[in-house]
């Protein structure tokens, strides 16, 4: 990775929804790469997603938990080969509860203002407080040097629990918008491997996408060309 001349800073992208570049260190990574390889097996693996229109996306998905298809959330891979989805680890929940704490602080307040990156990021993952949601989904995209994705919301959820971002590979830019339209205003963050992003609260309806990815530009150590996203949810079912 190029040294930077001004390090990335934690930044508040709109009322809660935060950035914390370089949240996962390279070990970090590494395991996440290796559990997503795994992941992408079939049954119930990589598959390229159909939208109602006839169309194709271009990210190629899998999911976890629960199964994600235009526009609702399915026990089995119903717009795949059928197979039950795989069930969405435990660690992965502890991973959302860590991130959601780095961004906003602990539950129930003290290090920090919802929406601000909090000054304590980097505590060990502690046990679920009462008030903390029960993350349950993940989604992993995988885009290649040509993929994309349209300006869209999170909205098949029935919980309102922080989206959790985690980004590996090549870095992409990330269109994060306003909760009324596809349109501007919106601003432009680009999101590295290793990147976090959470967006709850008043940004949980916002609409994002992603017009681009820059191929190559994926630490080479990693070993992954392309990009990998992993949102983490919670279904509230
Ligand atoms: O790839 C990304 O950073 C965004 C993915 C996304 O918005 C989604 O899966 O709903
Ligand atoms: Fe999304």
Excluded at 67 to 94: C, E, I, N, R
Excluded at 102 to 107: I, M, T
Aim: with cysteine; proline share 12%.
């Amino acid at each position: 990775m190029d040294a930077e001349l001004f390090p990335r800073e934690p930044a508040r992208v709109a009322p809660g929804a935060v950035h914390l570049p370089d949240w996962l260190d390279g070990p970090a990574q590494r395991r996440l790469l290796d559990a997503c390889r795994q992941w992408a097996r079939p049954p119930a693996g990589l598959r390229t997603v159909r939208t109602p229109g006839g169309g194709t996306m271009t990210a190629r998905q899998v999911c976890l938990g629960r199964h994600w298809y235009p526009y609702g959330y399915a026990p089995t891979a119903v717009d795949g080969d059928g197979s039950p989805v795989k069930p969405f680890p435990p660690w992965l929940g502890d991973l959302a509860r860590h991130a959601v704490r780095d961004a906003y602080g602990p539950p129930g307040g003290g290090a920090g203002t919802p929406g601000e990156p909090n000054p304590q990021s980097g505590a060990a993952p502690a046990a679920p407080a009462a008030s903390e949601p029960a993350y349950d989904i993940a989604l992993i995209n995988f885009y290649d040097a040509d993929a994309r994705m349209g300006m869209h919301r999170d909205s098949d959820e029935k919980a309102l629990a922080p989206v959790v971002s985690l980004s590996l590979g090549d870095t992409c830019v990330f269109r994060f918008g306003n909760t009324e339209t596809r349109t501007r205003p919106y601003t432009d963050v680009e999101l590295r491997g290793g990147d976090l992003f959470v967006f709850g609260g008043p940004a949980r309806l916002a609409f994002h996408g992603v017009p681009r990815v820059l191929p190559g530009t994926g630490p080479p150590e990693l070993g992954l060309s392309g990009r990998l996203n992993i949102t983490l949810r919670a279904s509230g079912l």
